[in-house]
């Protein structure tokens, strides 16, 4: 066959990519463009900390739950949830469809005497690979086809694996937080969400049931101002889908 007329799917959007490659550069500094996932960090591994000692009988003090389990983060920016799993002891690959992101996850992970597998594409590059955890925060609303997205992620599951997703729910309360406020006041890079893209907790179950797994956690990621982030059961701006294997 014409090489011409090979065609490979992908759920990456190039405009999504180009556009968090864009902000690479930034993505460490706590007080730049990336200042928001910086806040949101915290709730989220204290999150997946819960649900790996939940799912794997640790016991919640220990230091590397994960040690000898692989771990993959699809969407990983520049390493922001890679670095802490590999401090939790996993081994830790790290994939996101912008080049200029990997190249600065790279850096850093040097710089902090960590030993990463950082890789440019999108799940579509996995079809051969399992993982005990399978992480995906904030990025299912970015990409172009949510199911296959999903069906990957289901794919990459290892056979007593985890998976742990995350993303903005559509709703009045996330568009006013998101992108009227927070884009419209430059707490979040302008164009970085589409609101029509969001998916309800509803909507996303289905999606992970049809992968072929099972859901085990909802919880939602709210904010206020005295407390910033914290994970609780109001799902209304952002939360959790914890899943298995059926």
């Not at 960590?114 to 990025?139: H, K, N, P, Q």
């Not at 994970?231 to 889908?241: H, K, R, S």
Request: proline content about 4%.
């Amino acid at each position: 066959m014409d090489s011409a007329t090979v065609t490979t799917a992908t759920t990456v959007d190039p405009s999504e990519a180009a556009h968090f490659g864009k902000l690479a550069k930034d993505w460490w500094d706590p007080k730049g463009s990336s200042a928001m996932l910086h806040r949101l960090n915290p709730p989220r591994l204290k999150y997946v900390r819960e649900q790996v000692d939940r799912h794997w009988q640790g016991d919640g003090v220990g230091f590397t739950p994960l040690a000898g389990k692989r771990a993959l983060d699809v969407g990983c920016g520049a390493g922001l949830l890679c670095e802490p799993l590999a401090r939790l002891g996993a081994a830790v690959t790290g994939l996101d469809a912008a080049a200029e992101n990997i190249g600065v996850a790279r850096t850093h992970a040097a710089q902090s005497g960590l030993a990463m597998d950082y890789r440019v594409g999108g799940i579509e590059a996995l079809t051969d690979e399992t993982f005990d955890l399978v992480t995906s925060m904030e990025v299912i609303e970015h990409v172009t086809d949510p199911a296959a997205f999903v069906a990957g992620l289901a794919q990459g599951l290892a056979t007593d694996g985890l998976l742990i997703l995350s993303t903005p729910n559509r709703t009045a309360l996330s568009k006013l937080a998101m992108i009227t406020v927070g884009e419209g006041l430059g707490m979040i890079p302008r164009g970085t969400h589409d609101w029509d893209k969001f998916l309800t907790p509803e909507e996303l179950t289905a999606l992970v049931v049809a992968a072929g797994l099972r859901v085990i956690d909802v919880a939602g990621l709210g904010f206020s101002p005295g407390k910033g982030f914290a994970v609780g059961e109001n799902t209304q701006l952002d939360y959790f889908v914890t899943a298995v294997r059926a």
